[in-house]
């Protein structure tokens, strides 16, 4: 079994600049990533897909390999996460060097570590799927959510709920913006990572934070000093 671990980090970054190599409480945020797939001992190789020199540079330095920048056509705000992840699968095929599994590891979760790495890699081995992915529960049940209407009045977006009681919903996850494992071929055939055969691995709410805007960030480093604390 052949497994490769991807990290994206392109270099551009609206919301929060220099996001990807931003110092995250004395380290580059990427080199979390990058350290917690070298610490899971479960790869050939640990690539960084960049577009960006610094970030290379960052990327070597811990430990990880950036043997080709990353395109244009994949370094803009549209590119999907899965073209990106397959435009490092088939360059390397080209070199005839394949993989039977890859991990998209995020470059801006400083929660993982190897141990969570081997844990969704153990629910991909141990189930009838194609890919595993952390998820969160959402902190309120979904189906009473509300949205405003054409006269800008409130109403349920589930009418049929209103009188639901929290406790009978069903539960109701997010992507918790980790890590995906996927078997590759099914990677290159469906060109996705949410497959049709998908599990989820949750996390609780402390353990991951989705870092888009400069409070998230503050946020993740909050919660990253309360976990090392305990």
Not at 14 to 35: E, H, Q, T, V, W
Not at 90 to 116: M, R, W
Not at 129 to 147: H, M, N, W
Not at 150 to 162: F, S, V
């Amino acid at each position: 079994m052949r497994r490769l671990a991807i990290i994206p980090a392109r270099g551009g970054s609206k919301r929060i600049p220099n996001k990807n190599r931003r110092d995250f409480l004395g380290m580059p945020i990427i080199a979390y990533s990058i350290l917690a797939a070298i610490e899971s001992k479960l790869f050939d190789r640990v690539i960084v897909s960049t577009d960006d020199l610094e970030i290379k540079k960052i990327a070597i330095q811990y430990g990880a390999e950036v043997p080709f920048l990353r395109s244009i056509e994949n370094s803009n705000d549209h590119a999907p996460v899965a073209s990106v992840l397959i435009e490092v699968v088939e360059s390397l095929v080209k070199q005839d060097d394949q993989y039977d599994e890859v991990c998209c590891l995020f470059a801006t979760a400083p929660f993982i570590n190897g141990q969570l790495v081997i844990a969704v890699n153990k629910l991909l081995q141990a189930n009838s799927c194609d890919s595993a992915f952390t998820v969160q529960e959402f902190g309120y049940p979904i189906f009473r959510a509300l949205k405003n209407n054409e006269d800008g009045n409130l109403e349920m977006i589930w009418k049929e709920h209103q009188n639901s009681r929290s406790q009978d919903l069903p539960k109701s996850f997010h992507d918790a913006g980790q890590l995906y494992w996927i078997k590759t071929q099914t990677l290159l055939q469906e060109k996705t990572l949410f497959t049709h055969l998908s599990k989820g691995y949750e996390l609780k709410k402390i353990d991951a934070v989705d870092i888009d805007t400069e409070e998230d960030w503050k946020t993740a480093e909050l919660f990253y000093q309360l976990i090392r604390s305990k």
